[in-house]
Nanobody, 126 residues
Framework: VQLQASGGGLVQAGGSLRLSCAASARTFSNYNMGWFRQAPGKEREFVAAISSRGWPTYYSDSVKGRFTISRDNVKITVYLQMNNLAPEDTAVYYC????????????????????WGQGTLVTVSS
């Protein structure tokens, strides 16, 4: 599976963006999907994940209540709706799949990532 992320850009604090991640194969529907981000000078961190069938979902504490992850297995795309953005959300956002189908490791302390997308930059100005 290859992943193509899009939707990043420049937004003012308090604004919204929606990221998309399109997969290249129908087998996408069998995989847990997620988003990570990496801010300048920091390590990559988990943001959100969604199970293969759309439930359950997982969020980091820093985005819970502001971000929503969803997926469309017909369009083979996962989305990240980001609301009430803050400057500390500035980062390159990467989508990813679990390595094995029907497993949920992306939100764990030891995510087993099978595929990374190329990243999309989100910049939030104050």
């Amino acid at each position: 599976v290859q992943l193509q992320a899009s939707g990043g850009g420049l937004v003012q604090a308090g604004g919204s963006l929606r990221l998309s991640c399109a997969a290249s194969a129908r087998t996408f529907s069998n995989y847990n999907m997620g988003w990570f981000r990496q801010a300048p000078g920091k390590e990559r961190e988990f943001v959100a994940a969604i199970s293969s069938r759309g439930w359950p979902t997982y969020y980091s504490d820093s985005v819970k209540g502001r971000f929503t992850i969803s997926r469309d297995n017909v369009k083979i795309t996962v989305y990240l709706q980001m609301n009430n953005l803050a400057p500390e959300d500035t980062a390159v956002y990467y989508c990813a799949t679990d390595r094995r189908p029907h497993t949920n490791t992306l939100h764990s302390t030891g995510p087993d990532v099978g595929t990374w997308g190329q990243g999309t930059l989100v910049t939030v100005s104050s």
